[in-house]
């Protein structure tokens, strides 16, 4: 029998003769789509200054030039003149798939009436929801449950089908058996669980391999759970897995050439994920001055998702309050030590219908940034995290055309980043409030 991939050649081979066979022509090539922006003033967070009375030349989905004086004469205009404009904005740690869970409740709810079709419909709409906030890129980190389905917002996305971020997504993450809910059930249900199960070196492995195979771009563990405050005032925890399997899950994936997110929130989490070798430390909120100067050292990226824990932390109680402060304290101390820190929120942990993305921003600047470090993190910093650089996180030529506008200045007020008047994309406009030419 033919292999269909030979079938397909053979057909597109034919086809092709048989064009040239009656003398059509190629299509020309459709004329690059040409935009002129006007910025009254445009947030360059890679030089951490602001330019005033600047033109971005858009061509297709790509920044052609960013210069100062008047717009071209041979391309439409968008006056943004009496606006902020930065780069679109990045979101290193959401989950599409979720719509809020401070309690038990609200997850296991989630995960046994909803099925995955209606979260992914869920999915799209949230998707829809970070765009208009300003996010133009988000790193999915992981389905809850949800199997790959965020692999097909993604592609459902990036075909144009539906508007949303760019996106980065993990899939279906990792604890070993009876680590991750659900749990407490009868032992005669079959139920759900939030994450894949694995266990031992091999199983590692096979699930890296077989989560890259569907599509996941990270690879996300859950490196603790059952987290404590002991005497020392130092948060502690339960590690997941024993040392070998991290470590088998965190060479098989950077062998893979993906990158590896550690969930850990106390310090025995934190440590065990540093020995493995992760590059990103999602939560963090027991990190400890030591570990502090090892992940400056290693370079690992701290993303504290602040925003989620101030949302869950009344509803669970407990630790859970005290948690704030630490990660307060924590945030403070690493900042001096050099710790890089990427902007995530964790939105889908809480409601993404209630809490805007941008509040995270206040919390940074609350906890001692200054509003353009605030901005850094979201933008420069976050591509970096994601490989990003040479396309994303910057206004400048070569980079894809994703922008965002306010009225106001955030370097003087960070809350304005909640109040986004504009959203391009990839040189398309999905929201306008600006100039009200109205978006798709
Ligand atoms: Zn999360």
Redesign the pocket.
């Known amino acids: 029998m033919l292999p269909t991939r030979a079938l397909f050649l053979l057909l597109s081979v034919s086809l092709a003769l048989s064009a040239t066979a009656y003398g059509q022509a190629q299509p020309a090539k459709a004329a690059p789509r040409r935009i002129a922006i006007r910025a009254g003033h445009l947030v360059d967070p890679k030089g951490a200054r602001t330019l005033d009375n600047v033109v971005i030349e858009v061509e297709d989905d790509r920044i052609a030039a960013v210069t100062r004086g008047s717009a071209p004469s041979d391309r439409e205009v968008i006056d943004l003149s009496q606006f902020t404009v930065l780069p679109g904005l990045i979101d290193l ?1 959401t ?1 599409v798939l979720l719509n809020g869970d401070i309690t038990e409740e609200d997850y296991d709810h989630q995960l046994l009436k909803d099925s995955i079709p209606y979260r992914a419909i869920l999915a799209g709409r949230n998707a829809r929801i970070a765009l208009d906030h300003g996010f133009t890129t988000i790193r999915d ?2 389905t809850e449950g949800a199997m790959y389905a965020d692999v097909d917002v993604k592609t459902a996305i990036a075909r144009g089908e539906i508007p949303g971020p760019r996106m980065q997504v993990a899939t279906r993450a990792m604890t070993p058996t009876g680590m991750y809910p659900l749990l407490g059930y009868s032992w005669e249900l079959k139920v759900p669980t939030g994450v894949q199960y694995v266990d031992g070196v091999d199983g590692a492995r096979k699930a890296v391999r077989e989560q890259v195979m569907y599509g996941a771009d990270w690879i996300k563990y859950y490196s603790d759970r059952s987290y404590r405050f002991e005497a020392d005032g130092v948060l502690h925890s339960m590690v997941n897995f024993t040392e070998e399997e991290a470590q088998a899950i965190v060479n098989e994936a950077h062998r893979l050439g993906k990158k590896v997110a550690a ?1 850990a929130i106390g310090s025995d989490g934190i440590a065990a994920a540093l020995r493995a070798g992760v590059d990103t430390i ?1 939560h963090g909120v027991g990190l400890t001055e030591p570990l502090m100067e090892e992940m400056a050292k290693k370079g690992t990226t701290w993303v504290p ?1 602040v925003m ?1 824990l101030a949302y869950v932390a009344p509803g669970r109680g407990g630790n859970w309050t005290r948690m704030i402060e630490l990660e307060k304290s924590a945030f403070t101390k690493a900042r001096k030590r050099g710790v890089k820190v990427g902007f995530g929120t ?1 939105a ?2 809480s409601d993404w219908k209630e809490l805007g993305q941008a509040r995270e921003f206040q919390y940074y600047t609350d906890y001692g940034m200054s509003p353009m470090e605030a901005i850094q993190s979201a933008t420069v910093r976050a591509a970096e995290v994601l490989g990003w650089e040479d396309r994303a996180g910057a206004v400048e030529a070569g980079k894809w055309a994703d922008l965002v506008a306010v009225a106001g200045d955030p370097l003087k007020d960070i809350r304005e980043l909640a109040r986004v008047k504009f959203v391009m994309k990839g040189g398309v406009v999905y929201k306008d409030e600006a100039t009200r030419r109205g978006g798709p």
């Open positions: 740690h989950h980190l992981e969930h999602e998702t989620v964790d889908g942990g």
